[in-house]
């Protein structure tokens, strides 16, 4: 699968999952519940294959730190599992995503494909 192929898959399950919209790219102006992929390179898989190494941010409320993580906890197992068929999820860590009006809290998470 390209990456192109790979974007849009992830992008696909993203929006699988209830209060979040996927892209393919970072929206221009990113919204509660917006995710998309980060291409982050690729490692040597074994003879001369790559592994494709993906980050996936998903904007959360700007409230407070609280009101972020109980929607990150509310929707991570959703996340995961929508995302399994594509990428093999390895953590989601909180975030913040730099932004013209100040930093936005997110959920990044980590994993990689084929």
């Known amino acids: ?3 192109a192929d790979t974007r ?4 696909t399950a993203l929006a699988a999952v209830a209060g979040v919209t996927g892209y393919t790219s970072t929206p221009s102006a990113p919204a509660v519940g917006d995710g998309w992929p980060q291409w ?3 490692d040597r898989a074994g003879g001369q294959a790559f592994t494709n190494n993906w ?3 998903i904007v959360l409320p700007q409230n407070d730190e609280v009101t972020a993580d109980a929607y990150a906890d509310a929707r991570l197992e959703a996340l995961a599992d929508a995302l399994r068929p594509v ?3 390895d953590s989601a860590v909180p975030a913040q995503i730099p932004d013209a009006s ?3 809290y997110a ?3 980590t994993g990689h494909s084929e």
């Open 1 to 3: 699968m390209s990456n």
């Open 102 to 104: 100040g930093p936005l």
């Open 40 to 42: 982050r390179g690729a």
């Open 107 to 109: 959920l990044l998470i």
């Open 8 to 11: 849009q898959a992830i992008a």
């Open 87 to 89: 990428v093999f999820v």
């Open 55 to 57: 980050d996936i941010l």
